[in-house]
């Protein structure tokens, strides 16, 4: 059975940090690109950044490139994304997602 359980997300301010983790199981983690979608309230599911397999190509949304880093430790079947300089237009559920499997999220919140 295939389990994505997404964690860190809370409350910060703008120009605050996050760090997300993922752990993934019932697959090869290691073989798999990966990615971080979010939902704002109200909008629809929105891609935000991928992975390769190795970790060594990354692609992110315009509006995230500079202020969010995806990385996987691939000996934990962890995914990260690191989120630096938070915007309110950041606050979403994000979700962990490989092929159509997705986590059951977590909140993130920017606000003052």
């Known amino acids: 059975e295939v389990q994505l359980v997404e964690s860190g997300g809370g409350l910060v301010q703008p120009g605050g940090s996050l760090r997300l983790s993922c752990v993934a199981s019932g697959f090869t983690f290691s073989n798999y690109a990966l990615s971080w979608v979010r939902q704002a309230p109200g909008k629809g599911r929105e891609w935000v950044s991928s992975?390769?397999?190795?970790?060594?190509?990354?692609s992110y949304l315009n509006s995230v490139k500079g202020r969010f880093t995806i990385s996987r430790d691939n000996a934990k079947n962890t995914l990260y994304l690191q989120m630096n300089s938070l915007k309110t237009e950041d606050t979403a559920v994000y979700y962990c997602s490989w092929t159509n499997y997705r986590g059951q999220g977590t909140q993130v919140t920017v606000s003052s």
């Open positions: 992975i390769s397999a190795s970790g060594t190509t990354t």
